[in-house]
């Protein structure tokens, strides 16, 4: 397997969290808008990528029996490092994503990558899965946030697009419509992989 | 006594920690096609909650905030919750089999739900005293199971539904969460 296919399966064959169902609560959570979404999916990339280097360097050294713990621990000092850096930086969004910043230790995506991935494969590897699969989750946060955005508030990334007498759906950016949006999303990418001839 | 009452009533029903929280979607809608592993995974969850959520807080109060180390505040409670699920399972294993049977397997999931977490966090936000951190860790934990409970026995029909090929499986699980949290969102306005 190529550095490339490593990178460039995280935006089809496994693209979270629609082919991979993985990290749903971010997912469902923070896509009230494009923008959220966005800035969600960044901060998860920035995790999974430092988070599958160490891991990786670290591979052979760290013992079978404790690698989950490790893990763990590896990928929480990178959620504290985030989380201060947003406080410092982009304070509303950190305001915004409030408790789903720390939530970020328990996203299955990342804890996946680590111990199905990282804990396999050389470092150069290792980076571009983890920069792969985080971009996918960041594309894929923020056209789920798009179309939320711009059915229940008639906005995309702040701007107005609907017409002047849009009356906004505002059930689909509450809880009901994150669930119903992602299923229909999810039945979607069904009925188009279908289509496309498996290679 | 009031005030507790409308705490339960206001974390199962009106902010459910699924339907209307989005914590702990995972294991919700990994364990919930059939009654019995429902019921289960509840139960481990209800347990491990209200346990994590006493000794996060004393974690928080007797030696985070005194040593000023706040920002710590993520690593401590995942390695509590981490160390803790693995007590409980080798204590149940030793002590009460029986227990440990029925609950077993969903153990260890638990570390990886968001909820367990997601409740402590939110325990430490609102800045809740010991008291209420007890009821809202039990009582949102309840509402975790409620959820559950229902989408099982919702679940249980499908196989008998005629449901579009595309949509078999997660996405029809996923729109049918959606109707339950439209059902639940007429519980706003309850508590205020």
Known sequence: ?199 | MGDYLLLIVSAILVSNIILARYLGNCPFLGVSQKMDTAVGMGMAVIFVVTLAGMITWVVQYAILNPLGLEYLRTIAFILVIASLVQLVEMFLQKSIPGLYRALGIFLPLITTNCAVLGIAIINIQEEFDFMQTVVFSFASAVGFTLAMVLLASLRERFPTARIPSPFAGMPIAMITVGLLALAFLGFSGLVD
């Open chain 1, 1 to 199: 397997m190529s550095v490339v296919k490593e990178f460039t399966k995280g935006f089809w064959e496994q693209l979270p969290p629609f082919r991979l169902v993985l990290g749903l609560c971010p997912t469902l959570a923070v896509t009230t808008a494009a923008e959220n979404g966005m800035g969600m999916g960044l901060a998860t990339t920035f995790v999974l990528v430092f988070s599958n280097l160490i891991v990786s360097i670290l591979r052979k050294i760290i013992p079978g029996k404790v690698r989950i713990a490790s893990y763990i621990v590896v990928i929480a000092s990178f959620v504290v490092i985030v989380e201060l850096l947003m406080q410092a930086y982009f304070y509303p969004l950190y305001k915004i994503l409030g408790i789903f910043i720390p939530l970020i230790v328990v996203n299955c995506i990342i804890l996946g990558r680590a111990e199905a991935f990282a804990s396999k494969n050389p470092i150069i590897h290792s980076l571009a899965d983890g920069l792969g699969i985080g971009l996918g989750f960041t594309i894929s946060l923020t056209v789920l946030g798009g179309i939320r955005e711009i059915l229940g508030n008639g906005t995309i990334f702040g701007a107005s697009v609907m017409w002047e007498t849009y009356e906004p759906l505002s059930f689909i950016v509450k809880a009901p419509g994150a669930f119903v949006c992602l299923g229909l999303l999810l039945g979607l990418m069904n009925i188009i992989s279908r289509k496309r001839p498996a290679h």
